[in-house]
């Protein structure tokens, strides 16, 4: 079989999926893309309605790199393309990188490239967590970099300061991972390179001044910042089951994904045992130690840390790493074909199983908030109700902002402290407020609190949204979409 077949025709399908959707859908993709737009109104349009209600955050956090880039985008394309240019891009840089890593490493292994497939399109994927998407490529950037590049000289230190401020930047749990796998390969090259003391010194020395910019930023955000939050811890056993389902990979149906997870992770496994003894490069030595060292952490450090979903973010890049060198090591021509295309098989049997009837209904409801955003005015404020209790719709009415500029009451970045952007201190009792009548589902106080329009999205058309929330006569309806899923009401004043 021809390598750029197996690995790119299943690749461009899969990106084609998602341009083919108006909107491809995830928890978060909504919120970070109109906050991004918040970011380039605030820098580039002094007279934005943004300036009355947001301001940077006064602590330098990482979650940056992704907004930065989206915002760039929005210089160029509308809002809806410089998502989907930048999803795309994603895609496909992480997976040409992964297989310029393998063909760096082993030439003859270029058709095990697929390996990455089934891993692009991951939870991470599908909740939208883009910076996190981003710190995967990245790392990989590292190891090709890694691979290719000379160890000593000002261009090497300059690389390394490059590196740590765009992973820093993007997620501080994948900067932590760089860390640890540039430390355990300069200890494998100092020792294999049998400098005299002197040297050694001056290679730490240059190491910990290239480092002191995104440490000191690390240890002033640890101070400042509590990254706990208030998940359920996972006991050993579930962490066990996590590990080996591969639950970072499942997305909609646990047990059904599970299917196609748990095979994947029994072939990584035996692939690893039959070839782990052609392990002779220093990068696949550091390699090794890194995922160990990681999968120890997974079991030591409580889930709510770090954000959040650690547990799940730890697991994710041990297999990443694992990867490289599963796809990597030395087998016989028929363990590589068989197994790259049980791999296809298992990434193409995901992707399917996920294009369904569920996908376009996120979808639809996307689409529906950005028509419904059209027809509220520039700087408007606005309350988006939900009477529907999917996890994945969450978000998804930060699309109302999009097309006019208006004000999202509920911007879930502005609750936590790690985003770049919060509500003006004068804003936040509105954001409280609604986060509180979202979560004790008291929902027909919102008449108490002052905003311009109201949208209520409810799917089931039988039940009277007005009834639900208190409608009042003196409230405007003003639109409701094709489908009658979601009104929007304009707010007067009593």
């Known amino acids: 079989l021809d390598s750029k077949f197996v690995f790119y025709i299943p690749l461009f399908f899969s990106a084609i999926l998602v341009l083919l959707i108006p909107i491809y859908p995830s928890v978060d993709g909504a919120a970070h893309l109109y906050n991004s737009a918040i970011l380039k109104d605030l820098l580039l349009n002094s007279t934005s309605p943004y300036h009355d209600f947001y301001q940077f955050n006064t602590v330098i956090v990482p979650n940056w790199l992704d907004h930065i880039l989206l915002a760039l985008l929005m210089c160029v394309f509308s809002a809806l393309w410089a998502q989907k240019i930048f999803v795309i891009a994603l895609i496909l840089s992480q997976a040409i990188v992964f297989r310029l890593i393998i063909i760096k490493l082993n030439p003859e292994n270029k058709l095990l490239s697929c390996f990455i497939l089934p891993f692009i399109f991951s939870s991470f994927f599908y909740i939208g967590l883009y910076n996190q998407l981003l710190s995967f490529t990245l790392l990989y950037c590292f190891i090709y970099w890694l691979l290719s590049a000379k160890t000593e000289g000002y261009l090497y230190y300059l690389g390394l300061f490059c590196f740590s401020i765009f992973l820093w930047f993007s997620s501080i749990v994948m900067y932590a991972v760089f860390l640890i796998l540039l430390a355990i390969y300069t200890i494998y090259q100092l020792n294999e390179d049998r400098l005299k003391y002197l040297a050694w010194f001056k290679k730490i020395g240059f190491m910990i001044l290239v480092f002191l910019p995104t440490l000191f930023l690390s240890l002033n955000f640890i101070a400042k910042i509590s990254m706990l939050t208030d998940e359920k811890p996972i006991n050993y056993l579930n962490k066990l089951i996590l590990f080996f389902r591969l639950e970072p990979l499942t997305v909609f149906d646990l047990t059904g994904e599970s299917k196609l997870t748990i095979p994947l992770v029994v072939l990584l496994f035996i692939l690893f045992f039959i070839g782990y003894k052609s392990i002779s490069n220093t990068v696949k030595k550091s390699i090794l130690l890194t995922s160990i060292f990681i999968g120890l952490l997974f079991f030591i450090i409580p889930n709510n840390a770090g954000a959040g979903m650690l ?45 369904n009837g569920r996908l376009r209904s996120y979808t639809q409801a ?129």
């Open 366 to 494: 996307s689409v529906n908030y950005v028509e419904v955003g059209k027809h509220i005015p520039i700087g408007a404020t606005v309350w988006p109700i939900s009477n529907e209790e999917d996890w994945f719709l969450g978000h998804s009415n930060n699309y109302l902002g999009i097309a006019n500029s208006c004000i999202i009451l509920e911007n879930y970045e502005t609750y936590y402290p790690w985003f770049p952007l919060l509500f003006k201190p004068n804003k936040t009792n509105a954001n409280t407020l609604y986060n509180e009548l979202r979560s004790k589902k008291q929902l027909n106080s919102f008449s108490d609190v002052s905003a311009d329009y109201l949208v209520v999205y409810q799917k089931n058309t039988n039940a009277l949204a007005e009834g639900n929330y208190l409608i009042k006569k003196n409230h405007s309806f003003v639109f409701q979409t094709a489908d009658s899923t979601m009104k929007l009401y304009k707010l007067n004043a009593n």
């Open 311 to 355: 547990s799940f973010r730890l697991a994710m890049s041990f297999y990443l790493l694992l990867i490289v060198l599963v796809a990597s090591f030395n087998y016989h021509k028929t363990v590589i074909l068989i197994s790259s295309l049980a791999v296809l098989s298992i990434h193409l049997g995901l992707v399917m199983k996920r294009h």
